[in-house]
C-alpha cells in the first residue's frame, strides 16, 4: 500500500530556479492538499483541491500555484523560488469531497526543499 | 485561528501518562491529534467530536472541557514508542481545513 507518494523527497535550488513537487495517492481519495512545515510554526496550508478540476487557497498561498491534474496526481509548483521557501512540503488526501471534520488527513513523507 | 498547545515540550519516563493540550479561542466542534516523529510524516492518531465521540487509536484518548474550547489528549502507560512531536489540528470557521497548532514534543526515556 503506497498511500500518498511524493516526489522529489530532497531538492536543492538556487534563487529564482523553478520547480514542481509532485504528490499522487492511490486510495481514491477525492480532496488533496498541500502545506508547507517550517520550524515551530506546525503545518500551515498552502494549497487544496476539494475535487478533481477544483483548487483553492489556504492560508499561506502566495508564491505557489497548483493542479490537480485528475483525481490521483495534485502537484504544486514554485515559479521562481526565494529563500523564504525553504521549508519541508507535505501532501495529504481525504475520502470526501472538500474537508470533512470526521475524516483523517492522510499524508506523504515529504519533500524537503531548500533554497539558496 | 491557530490552536495553541501546552506544554510545548514534556519529558517522562517508561509508563507515566502524559496528557497534551489543545486550546482555541472559540468552541471546538472537532479535533484532530496527529503525531510525527523527527524525519517523517504526521500520522494519524485520533479524532474527538463534539458529542465526544473518538475515531482511531485504541490506547488513546481525548476529551473537551466544559466549554468545548481546550481538548486534552491522553496518553497512558507511555511506550518508548510514543515518543514524537504532538500536533492537534482544528477546523476553521468555515470548514474548510484544519488549522495545526504548534506542537508539543514528547519524549520518552526509559
Known amino acids: 500500500n503506497a498511500g500518498v507518494t511524493q516526489t522529489p523527497k530532497f531538492q536543492v535550488l538556487k534563487t529564482g530556479q523553478s520547480m514542481t513537487l509532485q504528490c499522487a495517492q492511490d486510495?481514491?481519495?477525492?480532496?488533496m492538499y498541500w502545506y508547507r512545515q517550517d520550524p515551530g510554526m506546525g503545518l500551515r496550508l498552502i494549497y487544496y483541491?476539494?475535487?478533481?478540476?477544483?483548487?483553492d487557497k489556504g492560508e499561506v498561498p502566495n508564491g505557489y500555484n497548483v493542479s490537480r491534474l485528475n483525481k490521483r496526481e495534485f502537484s504544486l509548483r514554485l515559479e521562481s523560488a526565494a529563500p523564504s521557501q525553504t521549508s519541508v512540503y507535505f501532501c495529504?488526501?481525504?475520502?470526501?469531497?472538500?474537508?470533512?471534520?470526521?475524516?483523517?488527513?492522510?499524508f506523504g513523507d515529504g519533500t524537503r526543499l531548500s533554497i539558496l | 485561528q491557530q490552536p495553541v498547545q501546552s506544554p510545548q515540550a514534556v519529558i517522562l519516563r517508561e509508563g507515566e501518562d502524559a496528557v497534551i493540550n489543545c486550546s482555541s479561542s472559540?468552541?471546538?466542534?472537532?479535533v484532530h491529534w496527529y503525531r510525527q516523529k523527527h524525519g517523517e510524516a504526521p500520522v494519524f492518531l485520533m479524532i474527538?467530536?463534539?458529542?465526544?465521540e473518538q475515531k482511531g487509536h485504541e490506547k488513546i484518548s481525548a476529551s473537551f472541557n466544559e466549554k468545548k474550547q481546550q481538548s486534552s489528549l491522553y496518553l497512558t502507560a507511555s511506550q518508548l514508542s510514543y515518543s514524537g512531536t504532538y500536533f492537534c489540528?482544528?477546523?476553521?470557521?468555515?470548514?474548510?481545513?484544519?488549522?495545526f497548532g504548534t506542537g508539543t514534543r514528547l519524549t520518552i526515556i526509559p
Open positions: 495529504a488526501s481525504t475520502p470526501g469531497w472538500g474537508f470533512n471534520a470526521d475524516q483523517p488527513q492522510h
Open positions: 486510495m481514491n481519495h477525492n480532496s
Open positions: 483541491s476539494a475535487s478533481e478540476g477544483t483548487t
Open positions: 472559540k468552541a471546538l466542534y472537532s
Open positions: 474527538l467530536l463534539k458529542g465526544g
Open positions: 489540528g482544528t477546523p476553521n470557521f468555515g470548514n474548510e481545513k484544519l488549522t
